[in-house]
């Protein structure tokens, strides 16, 4: 095989092999799990590097994991260089700057040998259901003003010494959260899908040898490099901006800004710069660089080069920055464990700001998400519980479709079971429903809200919330209407009162606590709507016939 090229055919069977490798990674990890999280939710991410760190290929899973597993991977590398590690080590750590932005998110990075010499890296990642702190799952916002007070923070260590795991090390991780055996259970699962994956990479290097995979390895990230640049210099030149708010970091506190400006050189690069945004806040939900990087390529991906694969080349013509100290680039010791709900708000400023440039491929901002912890210890068993739950509601309208329902926005993870929940917790889910009326009306509607209604059934728990859109409307584009905002209330059938979307609430038994998302943007003139449209709304419940007449002037004739 020639040092210079390698012929088509062997690349295609290597470059498959890398992909399902990477995939089967994440199957190995989900089917393995033990928390709702991972094995339901789909909070996870796998990848494949080379002996020096660069990406080489992924598992289609969450981006904020995946966007930031190269600088954890170089984190790694830079405490275990290559000639301290030997066959069957493994390196842990969570630390939210050299990783995905907070602690619950445990990397797990696995040096590969073959015949005693390193040939590259296989990692994951997964959201664990606690790692210690103020609140149960480790995502308190409010009250929260340093990353000390978050839970246990992991810098790089050998978690994994020649295949034997280090018991002090789990000992220690498992002395400091709520949940162990979970947790347990997800890190020794991160462990074992690293090995299964380290098994068919080391095949994959005897079959094909060193020097064919090195020459195969620089093909695909040419080639996705340039990919990249010429989808890149396809968007017009010039520096696009757009800015918004988010509701605020906690009750009786200002709103945070959200701006960036994304500038398209004409020639194949593209830099996202956040540095208009508000300062970081003394409270759980900033987001380090990792993490404002990892949403901005996954928006940079949508917009110009979805279909390509994302390595190391297809990230070299995208440049993320904020200026030191902002909300998007906080220092150490800024607090971020609520940072999750962050991602569809950077990728929405980002829609915002592409529209100028590509409005075809732009749409309504997405309907938010809510991520709330309800957490205590259970009556029944007398152990810790958590209840870590994902509700995810509609995409904004664009050109030429609506915005879909109920789909999982920006993140990639899945609604969690209502049957898993109520197995798992003392819970009851007492509804789950689309919201009519909430979507932005236009000639292309934004997707419905969503209302998820949980009732305690234990003596008491803690609600740690973390959601958004209260205060501020996804916005709707050229003409579209924005959607409805978002509410959280506490015994909705009762008196009912108000939640703040970032709030930490005790509950009793019995208490409902009712999640509203809020409704996603349209998108187009309202006036532009196809009759036909609305009526199918009107069929599948979308809309009623009193918001049909008041968006759009409906009249449904005589009854």
């Known amino acids: ?101 907070h602690f619950p998110d445990t990397f ?14 296989v990692a994951c990642s997964a959201h664990q259901v606690d790692m210690g702190g103020a609140a149960p799952g480790s995502q308190k916002v409010h009250g929260v003003t340093e990353s000390f007070q978050e839970g246990l923070r992991i810098l790089p260590v050998r978690f994994v010494r020649s295949g034997k795991i280090d ?66 210099a396809a968007v017009p030149a010039g520096t696009y901006s757009f800015d918004d708010c988010m509701d605020d970091y906690g009750p009786d506190t200002d709103p945070i800004k959200i701006a960036v400006d994304v500038t398209f050189d004409g020639v ?11 300062d970081m806040v003394p409270a759980a939900i900033n987001s380090y660089i990792n993490y404002t990087r990892a949403y901005a390529i996954f928006a940079i991906k949508v917009f110009c080069d979805a279909l390509q694969p994302q390595t190391a080349g297809s990230m070299r013509p995208i440049t993320v920055t904020a200026r030191e100290g902002s909300f998007f680039n906080p220092t150490f010791p800024a607090p971020s464990g609520g940072r999750a ?21 732009a749409m309504g901002a997405f309907a938010h998400w809510s991520n709330p912890n309800i957490g205590g210890t259970n009556d029944e068993t007398g152990r810790p519980f958590v209840m870590y739950d994902l509700s995810l509601a509609g995409y904004g309208g664009r050109k030429g479709k609506d915005g879909v329902e109920a789909l999982s926005p920006v993140m990639n993870c899945s609604n969690i079971p209502v049957e898993v929940h109520e197995t798992h917790n003392p819970v009851r889910v007492r509804s789950l429903e689309l919201i009519p009326d909430t979507g932005g009306a236009g000639q292309w509607r934004g997707g419905c809200g969503l209302r998820k209604d949980i009732e305690l059934l234990n003596s008491a728990a803690v609600l740690s919330h973390l959601g958004d859109r209260h205060r501020f409307q996804p916005y709707g ?83």
Not at 269 to 278: Q, Y
Not at 354 to 360: D, G, M, V
Not at 503 to 529: E, H, N, T
Request: proline share 5%; hydrophobic share 40%; net charge negative.
């Open 341 to 361: 709900i962050l991602q569809i708000r950077i990728f929405d400023a980002i829609n915002g700001a592409i529209a100028q440039a590509l409005p075809h491929r």
């Open 477 to 559: 584009l050229f003409g579209g209407e924005a959607g409805s905002l978002g509410e959280t209330l506490l015994n909705p059938d009762g008196n009912s009162e108000p939640l703040h979307s970032k709030g930490m609430y005790d509950l009793k038994r019995g208490d409902v606590i009712s999640f509203r998302l809020s409704g996603a943007g349209g998108y187009g003139p309202v006036a532009d709507r196809d009759p036909t449209a609305i009526a199918q709304d009107l069929a599948d419940g979308y809309v009623t016939n009193e918001g049909a007449m008041n968006d759009y002037g409906w009249d449904p004739g005589p009854e």
């Open 268 to 278: 194949g690069a593209v830099e996202l710069d956040f540095s208009r945004s508000s």
């Open 108 to 121: 797990q990075v696995m040096p590969i040998f073959v015949d005693e010499d390193l040939v590259g890296f």
């Open 1 to 101: 095989m020639s040092a210079t090229a390698v012929d088509p055919i062997t690349l295609t069977v290597i470059w498959n092999t890398l992909m399902s490798i990477a995939e089967e990674l994440g199957t190995t990890l989900r089917n393995t799990a033990f928390s709702e999280g991972v094995r339901e939710g789909d909070d996870f991410a796998t990848a494949i590097f080379d002996r020096t760190g660069r990406l080489i290929a992924q598992g289609n899973f969450s981006p904020g994991h995946l966007g930031s597993m190269p600088a954890c991977v170089r984190h790694a590398i830079d405490y275990f260089p290559p000639e301290s590690l030997q066959a069957g080590d493994s390196i842990l750590l969570n630390d939210s700057l050299m990783c995905s932005g």
């Open 167 to 232: 018991e002090d090390i789990l000992r220690l991780v498992l002395g400091n959260v709520r949940m162990p055996d979970k947790v347990r259970g997800d890190l020794l699962a991160q462990h074992t899908a690293n090995l299964s994956a380290a098994s068919r990479l080391q095949q994959l290097f005897r079959e094909h040898g060193d020097e064919t995979l090195a020459t195969a390895y620089e093909t695909i990230l040419d080639r996705s490099e340039a990919a990249m640049r010429e989808a890149l």
